[in-house]
């Protein structure tokens, strides 16, 4: 569905992303793992179209999503991201029923209304674990967890077939961490989503993706099926990966 | 497997009321209350003007012309005869009225001009800011005083020139707020929807600078009162036989060694307006912007 081929970005001479290709199929979560400065946010960002790829092309079922420095869109609402950091994802000066309809802003006039009372705004906030009610509430009175429930009703609110999740729960307790992660899970049955999941959480990584690629200054350096990977990593930086992961061990008696 | 999606946590965070917190900030400094209140005095006179006095500030009575101040003419008379006291209540009209114009106008436009060089950034930011730089040379009094006598000396021109050397510091404001802004997450996911950068400008990033500017607006208000009056003594602003205080202030000056209330009255008229203007944009920054509390 989604084809990365040959992308490379460089800043000044910096190469953030160098020359990575990699694919990612209908209903699959793929996840990008790797240390911080290894690109996957950059990555991430010109799929969704925040950033122009030096070279190199990403496609949708086919289409070209660049034409040089130009982002050509599909379909409004087709992709959506969730970032890392739901403080400041959310405008607080923005009601949440505001925020969580500001893709449809997107649409004409015409669209947009029609979008709106097609709509069930409860069953989008009961699908992400809130209630009606807080729709008219503003994002200071929402804990970290709650506001990153915000911003996946705002992500699903569209019927995405695609979502790009930038470490979406990096910045939340480890608590609430499991219950964004089973969320995203149920979502993605439930929806029939595709997910490119990027984080430097080896075991999130773990538990999310069908399929990982590994990065390592802008190269992707492995990948494969997840399983495969963890069982058998090839290269001495994903070793090393599994290595920082804390490990439980069962003793005997 | 079962999921479980709910929120564990449903319940909303409580905050103590913002309204309250800043009720409170407010009334704990003693000199913006002064300056509120004898604001609001002004605007009640300002409102309330044709109520208050018997007089019309602009009908001539030669035979009462120059009269100190008695109990029929609390602040005495001008030169043809009309009542300082009520010259100087519809002069709170005009002041107070053009003042508020002026300072919103080049709150609204220079908010808007410095948001799209915020957000927009690159060569358009650049140019707009340098064309900034060249009016901010100016000392602003100096600038509006070369600008009214170019335009020709009139009221609306006098406003005009006040808010043209106002617009550069809401501009400058606005900029650097919205550079701010715009690297927020909620910026780039509006990106990501599609959403044009007029919107993007117009709903997240103006909103988002707002508190700043209306902080400078109230601070500002006295200042351009003060500008207002300063042209008018001049001779560039108000011209006679409008009722505005520096014009009175200008022709009273004449009449200064003998007739002192003339001159004295709207005097003290410009002085209290600015002067609680100044207080309550102090205190208004302290109450909306706590950082800057020194």
């Given at each position: 569905m989604l084809y990365v081929n040959k992308l490379i970005k460089t800043f000044e001479d910096l190469h953030a992303v160098n020359d990575v290709s990699f694919q990612i199929e209908k209903g699959e979560s793929y996840g990008l793992v790797g240390e911080s400065g290894s690109g996957k946010s950059t990555i991430g960002n010109m799929i969704i179209g925040l950033l122009d790829p030096t070279s190199g092309n990403i496609r949708l079922h086919g289409k070209n999503l660049w034409k040089g420095k130009k982002f050509i869109r599909p379909y409004p609402g087709q992709m959506q991201i969730v970032f890392q950091d739901p403080q400041s994802s959310?405008?607080?000066?923005?009601?949440?029923?505001?925020?969580?309809?500001?893709?449809?802003?997107?649409?004409?006039?015409?669209e947009q209304k029609q979008k709106m009372t097609n709509i069930n705004m409860a069953e989008i906030m009961q699908r992400v674990g809130l209630?009606?009610?807080?729709?008219?509430?503003?994002?200071?009175?929402?804990?970290?967890?709650?506001?990153?429930?915000?911003a996946i009703a705002r992500a699903i609110i569209t019927n995405p077939e695609f979502i790009i999740l930038d470490e979406p729960t990096s910045a939340l307790d480890v608590s609430v961490q499991a219950q964004?992660?089973?969320?995203?899970?149920?979502?993605?049955?439930?929806?029939?989503?595709?997910?490119?999941?990027?984080s430097h959480d080896m075991s999130v990584i773990r538990y999310m993706s069908d399929k990982i690629g590994v990065l390592y200054q802008g190269k992707l350096i492995e990948e494969g099926e997840t399983e495969m990977i963890f069982k058998n990593p090839k290269q001495d930086y994903t070793k090393k990966l599994f290595a920082s992961l804390p490990q439980l061990s069962s003793q005997g008696s | 497997m079962e999921l479980d999606v709910r929120a564990t946590h449903t319940e909303l965070i409580n905050r103590p009321s913002q309204l309250r917190l800043n009720w409170y900030r407010f009334r704990k400094n003693p000199l913006t209350l002064i300056g509120g209140i004898v604001l609001l005095l002004f605007i009640i006179i300002a409102v309330a003007a044709p109520l208050l006095t018997p007089y019309e500030p602009e009908v001539i009575n030669m035979?009462?012309?120059?009269?100190?101040?008695?109990?029929?003419?609390?602040?005495?008379?001008?030169?043809?005869?009309?009542?300082?006291?009520?010259?100087?209540?519809?002069?709170?009209?005009?002041?107070?009225?053009?003042?508020?114009?002026v300072v919103v106008i080049a709150g609204l436009i220079g908010t808007i001009i410095g948001a799209f060089a915020g957000y927009m950034g690159g060569k358009f930011g650049q140019i707009i800011m340098r064309i900034m730089d060249v009016i901010l040379a100016f000392p602003t009094l100096v600038l509006a005083m070369a600008l009214t006598a170019a335009l020709g000396p009139s009221l609306i021109n006098a406003m005009l020139a006040i808010a043209i050397v106002k617009i550069p510091a809401f501009?400058?404001?606005?900029?650097?707020?919205?550079?701010?802004?715009?690297?927020?997450?909620?910026?780039?996911?509006?990106?990501?929807?599609?959403?044009?950068?007029?919107?993007?400008?117009?709903?997240?990033?103006?909103?988002?600078v707002i508190t700043p500017v209306i902080i400078q607006v109230s601070i500002d208000l006295g200042d351009a009162i003060m500008l207002i009056a300063t042209l008018g003594f001049l001779g560039l602003g108000a011209q006679p036989p409008i009722p505005e205080w520096g014009t009175m202030v200008h022709t009273g000056w004449e009449f200064f060694m003998e007739q002192w209330w003339y001159a004295t009255f709207p005097g003290i008229a410009i002085f209290l307006a600015t002067v609680s203007f100044n207080l309550l944009g102090d205190g208004l920054r302290d109450v909306l912007d706590p950082k800057s509390i020194r």
């Amino acid at each position: 569905m989604l084809y990365v081929n040959k992308l490379i970005k460089t800043f000044e001479d910096l190469h953030a992303v160098n020359d990575v290709s990699f694919q990612i199929e209908k209903g699959e979560s793929y996840g990008l793992v790797g240390e911080s400065g290894s690109g996957k946010s950059t990555i991430g960002n010109m799929i969704i179209g925040l950033l122009d790829p030096t070279s190199g092309n990403i496609r949708l079922h086919g289409k070209n999503l660049w034409k040089g420095k130009k982002f050509i869109r599909p379909y409004p609402g087709q992709m959506q991201i969730v970032f890392q950091d739901p403080q400041s994802s959310l405008d607080s000066r923005f009601r949440i029923r505001d925020i969580v309809t500001e893709p449809f802003k997107a649409f004409s006039r015409k669209e947009q209304k029609q979008k709106m009372t097609n709509i069930n705004m409860a069953e989008i906030m009961q699908r992400v674990g809130l209630h009606e009610e807080h729709l008219d509430r503003y994002p200071h009175e929402f804990s970290g967890g709650q506001r990153q429930r915000i911003a996946i009703a705002r992500a699903i609110i569209t019927n995405p077939e695609f979502i790009i999740l930038d470490e979406p729960t990096s910045a939340l307790d480890v608590s609430v961490q499991a219950q964004i992660l089973n969320l995203l899970k149920y979502l993605q049955e439930e929806l029939d989503l595709t997910y490119l999941f990027i984080s430097h959480d080896m075991s999130v990584i773990r538990y999310m993706s069908d399929k990982i690629g590994v990065l390592y200054q802008g190269k992707l350096i492995e990948e494969g099926e997840t399983e495969m990977i963890f069982k058998n990593p090839k290269q001495d930086y994903t070793k090393k990966l599994f290595a920082s992961l804390p490990q439980l061990s069962s003793q005997g008696s | 497997m079962e999921l479980d999606v709910r929120a564990t946590h449903t319940e909303l965070i409580n905050r103590p009321s913002q309204l309250r917190l800043n009720w409170y900030r407010f009334r704990k400094n003693p000199l913006t209350l002064i300056g509120g209140i004898v604001l609001l005095l002004f605007i009640i006179i300002a409102v309330a003007a044709p109520l208050l006095t018997p007089y019309e500030p602009e009908v001539i009575n030669m035979e009462n012309r120059l009269a100190p101040p008695s109990m029929s003419h609390w602040f005495g008379t001008d030169e043809v005869g009309r009542d300082v006291l009520t010259r100087i209540i519809y002069g709170a009209r005009l002041s107070l009225g053009m003042g508020i114009t002026v300072v919103v106008i080049a709150g609204l436009i220079g908010t808007i001009i410095g948001a799209f060089a915020g957000y927009m950034g690159g060569k358009f930011g650049q140019i707009i800011m340098r064309i900034m730089d060249v009016i901010l040379a100016f000392p602003t009094l100096v600038l509006a005083m070369a600008l009214t006598a170019a335009l020709g000396p009139s009221l609306i021109n006098a406003m005009l020139a006040i808010a043209i050397v106002k617009i550069p510091a809401f501009v400058r404001l606005a900029r650097s707020e919205a550079l701010v802004v715009r690297e927020q997450l909620f910026v780039k996911a509006s990106k990501t929807f599609g959403l044009s950068d007029i919107w993007i400008i117009f709903r997240h990033i103006i909103p988002n600078v707002i508190t700043p500017v209306i902080i400078q607006v109230s601070i500002d208000l006295g200042d351009a009162i003060m500008l207002i009056a300063t042209l008018g003594f001049l001779g560039l602003g108000a011209q006679p036989p409008i009722p505005e205080w520096g014009t009175m202030v200008h022709t009273g000056w004449e009449f200064f060694m003998e007739q002192w209330w003339y001159a004295t009255f709207p005097g003290i008229a410009i002085f209290l307006a600015t002067v609680s203007f100044n207080l309550l944009g102090d205190g208004l920054r302290d109450v909306l912007d706590p950082k800057s509390i020194r």
